[in-house]
T-cell receptor, first 116, second 113 residues
């Protein structure tokens, strides 16, 4: 398991349903980030964790979005009552050290979410 | 607030041409880091380079080179003798003490044979 993995890779859901997106970071990486990338745009920050602590959730669009990382490893991004505007690629990244902007963030393949 | 602007949304060149991708950033921090990522057609984000705000030395890696100029808040990326495999979307990004990356909108580079 060399890289960041995300599941599912593709998710199609109906408006109003809840979805849970999973991220498995590189083993030993302390920091974990979630980004959202709309088609034709750059990724936008949602939230990040150092170990199990959520350090910044300022990028979460509204209270339908939440994230957790209870044991400091795997993280789940949950979107409740999905809306069509939530359709995007959701990307997870991890980096080795906490509190260091210098660290390279390694990105997973992303989850393509489509809300019908 | 931080901002990264990639004014070129799409560039098309013929193989073996040199091409420069522009990146302009805004930040109030004195310490910050700049990055370039490549997103090939397969969709993953691949790290290319990082630079800190105190190091304005240009860097060259094979056919790739980067020019960081604090005076103009720019961090431009040049590909020399472009190849079809260079076709991708390229993102410039900025991070500060907040750790998260602020990305530009990306530049789609198409290299034609």
């Amino acid at each position: 398991g060399a890289g960041v993995s995300q599941s599912p890779r593709y998710k199609v859901t109906k408006r109003g349903q809840d979805v849970a997106l999973r991220c498995d970071p590189i083993s030993g990486h302390v920091s974990l980030y979630w980004y959202r990338q709309a088609l034709g745009q750059g990724p936008e920050f949602l939230t990040y964790f150092n170990y199990e602590a959520q350090q910044d959730k300022s990028g979460l669009p509204n209270d339908r979005f939440s994230a957790e990382r209870p044991e400091g490893s795997i993280s789940t991004l949950t979107i409740q009552r999905t809306e069509q505007r939530d359709s995007a690629m959701y990307r997870c990244a991890s980096s080795q050290q906490a509190f260091s902007s210098y660290n390279e963030q390694f990105f997973g393949p992303g989850t393509r979410l489509t809300v019908l | 607030a931080q901002k990264v602007t990639q004014a070129q949304t799409e560039i098309s060149v013929v193989e073996k041409e040199d091409v420069t991708l522009d990146c302009v950033y805004e930040t109030r921090d004195t310490t910050y880091y700049l990055f370039w990522y490549k997103q090939p057609p397969s969709g993953e984000l691949v790290f290319l380079i990082r630079r800190n705000s105190f190091d304005e030395q240009n860097e060259i890696s094979g056919r790739y080179s980067w020019n960081f100029q604090k005076s103009t808040s720019s961090f431009n990326f040049t590909i020399t003798a472009s190849q079809v495999v260079d076709s991708a979307v390229y993102f410039c990004a900025l991070s500060n003490a907040g750790n998260m990356l602020t990305f530009g909108g990306g530049t789609r580079l198409m290299v034609k044979p």
